[in-house]
């Protein structure tokens, strides 16, 4: 009887952890790899995005607003980088934890890759950006942000 109370327990205390990692969610504020930056990410209909909302050097030499310069349209280099969104089309891939198919734009080289994030924990995000296939890219790993920076 004692070994049945013990499974009974298990079991449900397994249902509660896979219960918990179902709940787990990408969309909140993130800090960037390098701690230079505040991503938040949202739902956007049956997607993911995500908006860089804070730079921790958000002036260029001259004291103005760091703008997209680097965009290959160039009717969309003076756009300020703060607000400009940076993951878009992140679909979820079924498994709770990986959305998938989406892009990310880097602002520092004005290239847009195809992308995915992956959760690693209730607060550890991987993004991985790439061209052609995932294993020819590049890995960023993202943790979930207590609050905005400028409340901070």
């Known amino acids: 009887?004692?070994?049945?109370h013990y499974f009974s327990l298990a079991t449900a205390l397994a249902g509660l952890l896979a219960?918990?990692?179902a709940l787990a969610?990408?969309?909140?504020?993130?800090n960037t790899?390098?701690?230079?930056?505040q991503v938040q990410v949202s739902e956007c209909g049956s997607a993911l995005?995500?908006?860089l909302l804070w730079l921790a050097e958000p002036l260029d030499e001259q004291g103005q607003p760091r703008l997209d310069q680097h965009n290959p349209d160039e009717s969309l280099r003076s756009r300020p980088l703060e607000g400009l969104r940076i993951l878009w089309?992140?679909?979820?891939?079924?498994?709770g934890k990986t959305w998938k198919d989406g892009?990310?734009?880097d602002p520092?080289?004005?290239k847009t890759y195809q992308g995915r994030i992956t959760l690693e924990g209730q607060d550890v995000l991987k993004l991985r950006g790439f061209v052609g296939a995932p294993m020819f890219g590049r890995t960023s790993t993202w943790n979930r942000a207590e609050q905005p920076v400028d409340a901070e």
């Open 1 to 4: 009887m004692k070994g049945l």
């Open 25 to 30: 969610s990408p969309v909140g504020l993130w």
């Open 19 to 21: 219960a918990g990692q």
């Open 103 to 105: 892009r990310v734009y």
């Open 89 to 95: 089309d992140m679909q979820p891939s079924g498994d």
């Open 49 to 51: 995005c995500g908006d």
């Open 33 to 37: 790899e390098d701690n230079q930056g």
């Open 108 to 110: 520092e080289s004005g």
